[in-house]
C-alpha cells in the first residue's frame, strides 16, 4: 500500500510565522495570567524557530572546514 504524502503549500518559516501571529492574537483575548503567558511564550518560540530555519537556508552559511 502506498503512503499518500501531505505537501505543505507553504514553507515552514512561513507557516511558523502564521501560528506566531495567530497565538499572539488568540493571546490578546485572554486576561493576563497563566493562559496568555503560555500563548505569548509559544508564540515567541515559534519566532525563533522561524529565525533559526532562515538563519540556516542563508546562502552565506558556510560548512565548517
Known sequence: MKRRRFI???SLKARLDVKA?????EAK???PGHKRDSLLRKARQDEIASHVIKWLTSPGLQ???
Not at 21 to 25: F, T, W
Open 8 to 10: 505543505p503549500k507553504l
Open 21 to 25: 501571529q495567530q497565538l499572539r492574537d
Open 29 to 31: 483575548a485572554f486576561p
Open 63 to 65: 560548512p565548517p572546514k
